[in-house]
């Protein structure tokens, strides 16, 4: 069991990232979508169709890169506010349940009641986006389990996202939170950084406990003194 909460300090490499330009780029890159998906409907042809959705993944995976530029490039203080944790999961559920299920992955809550802590919601719905993601991935296809889980230890409220892939190498435990480190061939290694620099700007601390049955992020919040 690893703190790998200070890495989040790293992020200031790729903190400087022209934001201007990310905007910029994202609306021209959405019209481009619109257009696409409507040719694709008007011709009705199958062999186009297919193409078009190639194209359209591409789009939506440039989209991707830069909404995770956007988020790392921001500099602003998180809005923290006394909000139940639970709340949250809830709230941005369906999603994680619509990718999981894309990946032939199951997703089980099992969610404590527990005390509202300081979040921001937004960084928080990033934060399980990025993780449940990496489960999801790390389980390729295989029809895995990632378990979000939540519960008090301590004067602790503990997050804890688990899936059952292969778990991640010594050599890269050491340098997660690096950013664009990544082993897959899309992969923008963008990811996890965003993660240690959200959950250390909630004066929160992320753990990772991984063999090679599987891997679990746990982050620690503090509860209200
Ligand atoms: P990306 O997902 O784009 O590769 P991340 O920052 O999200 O970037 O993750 C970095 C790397 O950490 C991944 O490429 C992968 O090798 C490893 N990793 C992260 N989460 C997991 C996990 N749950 N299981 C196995 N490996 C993981
Ligand atoms: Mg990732």
Known sequence: LENIAERADKMNVVGQMAVSVAHEIRNPLTTVRGYLQFIAYKKGDK?????????????DRANDIISEYLLLAKEK???LQYCSLNKVIHAIYPLLETLATADKAAIRLQLAP??????????????????VRNAIEAMAHKGGLVQIRTYKEAEQVVLA??????????????QLGTPFLTTKDTGTGL???????????????????????????????KLPV
Request: glycine content about 6%.
């Open 47 to 59: 062999a186009l169709e297919s193409c078009y959705e190639i194209l359209i993944e591409e789009l």
């Open 191 to 221: 990811g996890l950084s965003i993660c240690y620099r959200i959950v250390h700007r909630h004066g929160a601390v992320m753990k990772v406990k991984t063999d090679p049955a599987g891997t679990e992020f746990l982050i620690y919040f």
């Open 114 to 131: 527990v005390p509202d802590v300081l979040l921001d919601e937004n960084e928080i719905r990033q934060l399980l986006l990025n993780l």
């Open 161 to 174: 996202i688990s899936d059952n892939g292969p778990g991640i190498p010594a050599h890269l435990v050491e």
């Open 77 to 79: 203080r998180a809005k």
